[in-house]
């Protein structure tokens, strides 16, 4: 390896430098503190366990992006996690064990065998809430609420709401009681909106009526009310499983659009992010300039079912560091006061523990040091006049050596 190759990071991986790294725990701590108020407890999961745990409930994607290793005192597979949504399913089920409702929440970072979406990053900071043992709609209701108050607390203006209802291709799938090596086929067409599906549908699927409902499938997405009307004639005839999905929709969409009528929505029933673990609502934010999600999140019933309490369950994800990097989401960083050095001197010391109790930055300079502003985040200086300490803006005069 040569000299600058040392310096390389692997693809997908970045360092966070100071500008951008001050912006995201002020970030971090906001939403933290704005989860609290809702009710929500932090919990610091561990960055490796074991993959039997790890694992369990959330489907096959999840493996793939779990990077494992052997754990050399027990000689068994443990992962990095790839989420964090797991690990807070075995404290509900294990750790915690609460009786009621139990609300969590969490900022730590994952890490990805590889990026999600092209030039994703592979270890993004994953910031969210978890709402444990309530089945209901109303805690469906409660968590994107949480998130879409959540990025307008975050100072992010501009961004819009995707919905989608796994369970309705759930209930079809069952209804087709297809062949376990066809169910992945149909998955993926439906998932791609693939124009090859017609084809597929003509050849494996017997039922005309039921044919309909999945040729059409993938068109039911755009403006959630219109959408919701054209489900309700398609599924006319349907199960009422189709019919309680669509219910559940207009409750939410309603909600939402009394709540936030500033906020857009759009309704997708052929989203199928997440299916091998979501088993109802599921719900994304984006915002204009990125071609990810920024936010993802649904219903996960039963993940908690493999530690012997499968509880129902729902919650969200933020991406803090995409989150970070939209202008919406910044804050000015106030410039420090430059103190240049001085020995012995109490009332100096003084002075600068006065002003860092007041939640000013200040630098303090070392002996023969010929301080440059610009990268001390410096505007101001502190000196001494007749005995009184002032400060002054940083200009051509202030260019002094300590």
Same mark, same amino acid.
């Given at each position: 390896?040569?000299?600058?190759?040392?310096?390389?990071?692997?693809?997908?991986?970045?360092?966070?430098?100071?500008?951008?790294?001050?912006?995201?725990?002020?970030?971090?701590?906001?939403?933290?503190?704005?989860?609290?108020?809702?009710?929500?407890?932090?919990?610091?999961?561990?960055?490796?366990?074991?993959?039997?745990?790890?694992?369990?409930?959330?489907?096959?994607?999840?493996? $793939?992006?779990?990077?494992?290793?052997?754990?050399?005192?027990?000689?068994?597979?443990?992962?990095?996690?790839?989420?964090?949504?797991?690990?807070?399913?075995?404290?509900?089920?294990?750790?915690?064990?609460?009786?009621?409702?139990?609300?969590?929440?969490?900022?730590?970072?994952?890490?990805?065998?590889?990026?999600?979406?092209?030039?994703?990053?592979?270890?993004?900071?994953?910031?969210?809430?978890?709402?444990?043992?309530?089945?209901?709609?109303?805690?469906?209701?409660?968590?994107?609420?949480?998130?879409?108050?959540?990025?307008?607390?975050?100072?992010?203006?501009?961004?819009?709401?995707?919905?989608?209802?796994?369970?309705?291709?759930?209930?079809?799938?069952?209804?087709?009681?297809?062949?376990?090596?066809?169910?992945?086929?149909?998955?993926? $067409?439906?998932?791609?909106?693939?124009?090859?599906?017609?084809?597929?549908?003509?050849?494996?699927?017997?039922?005309?009526?039921?044919?309909?409902?999945?040729?059409?499938?993938?068109?039911?997405?755009?403006?959630?009310?219109?959408?919701?009307?054209?489900?309700?004639?398609?599924?006319?005839?349907?199960?009422?499983? $189709?019919?309680?999905?669509?219910?559940?929709?207009?409750?939410?969409?309603?909600?939402?659009?009394?709540?936030?009528?500033?906020?857009?929505?759009?309704?997708?029933?052929?989203?199928?992010?997440?299916?091998?673990?979501?088993?109802? @609502?599921?719900?994304?934010?984006?915002?204009?300039? @990125?071609?990810?999600?920024?936010?993802?999140?649904?219903?996960?019933?039963?993940?908690?079912?493999?530690?012997?309490?499968?509880?129902?369950?729902?919650?969200?994800?933020?991406?803090?560091?995409?989150?970070?990097?939209?202008?919406?989401?910044?804050?000015?960083?106030?410039?420090?006061?430059?103190?240049?050095?001085?020995?012995?001197?109490?009332?100096?010391?003084?002075?600068?523990?006065?002003?860092?109790?007041?939640?000013?930055?200040?630098?303090?300079?070392?002996?023969?040091?010929?301080?440059?502003?610009?990268?001390?985040?410096?505007?101001?200086?502190?000196?001494?006049?007749?005995?009184?300490?002032? @400060?002054?803006?940083?200009?051509?005069?202030?260019?002094?050596?300590?």
């Amino acid at each position: 390896m040569t000299r600058v190759d040392r310096w390389l990071l692997p693809e997908g991986i970045e360092e966070v430098l100071p500008n951008q790294a001050l912006q995201t725990e002020r970030l971090r701590r906001r939403l933290l503190d704005f989860f609290h108020s809702w009710g929500y407890d932090l919990v610091i999961p561990p960055l490796v366990e074991f993959t039997e745990s790890l694992l369990s409930g959330s489907g096959s994607d999840l493996n $793939l992006l779990t990077f494992k290793l052997t754990d050399q005192l027990s000689g068994r597979m443990m992962g990095v996690r790839a989420d964090i949504t797991p690990q807070t399913a075995r404290m509900d089920a294990h750790s915690l064990r609460r009786q009621g409702p139990n609300r969590l929440c969490y900022a730590s970072t994952v890490l990805y065998t590889r990026p999600r979406s092209p030039l994703a990053t592979r270890s993004p900071i994953q910031v969210g809430v978890e709402l444990y043992g309530e089945a209901s709609l109303a805690a469906d209701q409660e968590v994107i609420t949480l998130l879409v108050e959540s990025l307008q607390q975050s100072g992010l203006e501009a961004f819009h709401l995707d919905l989608g209802h796994v369970g309705i291709f759930r209930c079809l799938e069952e209804i087709l009681r297809l062949d376990a090596n066809l169910r992945p086929e149909l998955f993926q $067409l439906l998932q791609a909106k693939s124009s090859d599906l017609s084809g597929w549908l003509e050849q494996h699927v017997t039922d005309p009526a039921l044919g309909v409902i999945l040729q059409e499938l993938p068109e039911l997405a755009g403006e959630p009310l219109a959408v919701l009307r054209r489900a309700e004639n398609l599924f006319h005839d349907a199960p009422a499983e $189709l019919s309680l999905a669509l219910d559940e929709l207009r409750a939410v969409i309603e909600r939402l659009q009394a709540q936030f009528p500033k906020v857009p929505l759009y309704l997708d029933l052929c989203e199928l992010e997440g299916y091998h673990y979501h088993t109802g @609502i599921v719900f994304a934010a984006y915002a204009g300039g @990125i071609g990810q999600a920024l936010a993802r999140g649904g219903r996960y019933d039963y993940i908690g079912e493999t530690f012997g309490r499968a509880r129902p369950a729902t919650g969200f994800g933020i991406d803090l560091k995409v989150l970070g990097t939209l202008n919406g989401a910044r804050e000015p960083i106030r410039p420090g006061i430059y103190v240049p050095a001085a020995e012995d001197d109490p009332e100096q010391a003084g002075e600068i523990r006065r002003l860092r109790a007041a939640g000013e930055r200040v630098v303090c300079g070392f002996p023969g040091q010929q301080p440059k502003f610009d990268e001390l985040h410096c505007d101001r200086i502190l000196v001494s006049l007749d005995g009184a300490f002032i @400060i002054e803006p940083v200009g051509p005069d202030s260019l002094v050596s300590n």
